[in-house]
């Protein structure tokens, strides 16, 4: 039983059923990362899914561009407490990506630009449960938020969304992350609340 | 991670925004400079609101210190710096986040930039250095809007040997900083005694803005981007 606090009301921004427990919803889109926002220029960039024997799957921008494109309309959630409405996105299915990749993989590393990782269940990839997004709000990604393209799986906290995302390493099973190494739970489902290990 | 009790002892007006909270918390496992905790309210009919906020002191034992920014239309902080009475209990948990956090064992000289309250988890920093037995190099440069924003003015004034500080003021500067009035630019971060070639772990925190283009230009000065960590608050 929670500890009620004397006075306390609270501004209710976000308890709508849309917004998962301990969230408030925000209208701006507030940047979080590691370090530095690294630069990455579109003629350089390359995307790659290696499978567990080894093969890799590579992408040019132009490559990837010319993968049929999807709209999703998604709410996200950050670790941090914001949930975002109806957030629009354009991007490749995974589904697409994945499709023709031979592979048994159970879970996937996701590699950034900048060195940062995440884990996730190959399934959570799956089902048309994920993409990788290149336009924001019709915008072009900036880079604060992971431009060119960064991963966007929006049914878990907003870190697994990788941004200045490099290359997918599928994986014959779990392995820890960044943030996962350094304190946060180890799949991150907003409606469970999984923050934290052992939440 | 457990919610605990935690019980206000304390509270101490740094500006006038900005209160430290003290609070002894039952079973705290201790925790690094830099760490933040998750506070939660909670309402009668059950409604919760939960925040985060920088621990401003080095662990002790468990006694706790957050130095909270009342933001005007916020949901926690005005309660914190507000409603709530010494004597009175929360609920927190933490210690969060293990990447933005000093390690006194790390011999590297130590170069912080912090943006408004941005200088409360490298405040924590900088009073675990002086709580070591290492003489580790710091530097501090704060950015503030005007010498009344300033936390922990006091403090900044008699910090120990091997820690300079460096100000600038965005909005209003005393007399004696009156030609640098405006954003923190390059120059501020350069010195002839932090040159990248020293390798200083640098710690960022601030709003979006302040960090994202501090962040930018310690990389163009030639810091390498592996060594600059960052934490960002507020909206874009």
Sequence with gaps: MALVSRGFHGKRRGNDGRTPPGQYLVDDFPVLSLGPTPRVDTDRWQFTISTEMGSKHQWSWQQMRALPEEKPTVDIHCVTK????????????????LAGIETQATHVMAHSHDGYTTNLPLSDLRGGKAWLAYTFDGKPLSPEHGGPARLLVPHLYFWKSAKWIEKLTLLMRDEPGFWERNGYHDYGDPWQEQRYQGD | MEWLVATLVEKILETHT????????????????????????????????QRSYSLAQPGAGDRIALTVQTVADGEVSPYLTSTLEVGEQIELRGPIGGWFVWNEARPSPVLLVAGGSGIVPLMAMTRARSLSARKTPFRLIYSARSSDDLIYARELRSLPEGVEVDYRFTREAPPEYDDRVGRLTAQDLASEKWQP??????????PTGFVESTADMLVELGHAPYRIRTERFGPT
């Design chain 1, 82 to 97: 914001w949930s975002k409405l109806d957030t629009r996105w354009r991007g490749i299915s995974l589904d697409t990506l």
């Design chain 2, 18 to 49: 900005a209160c430290t909270l003290i609070y002894d918390v039952e079973g705290w496992p201790g925790h690094q400079p830099g760490q933040h905790v998750d506070v939660r309210l909670t309402a009668e009919d059950g409604y919760s609101a």
């Design chain 2, 197 to 206: 070639d020293s390798s200083p772990d640098c710690f960022v925190c601030g």
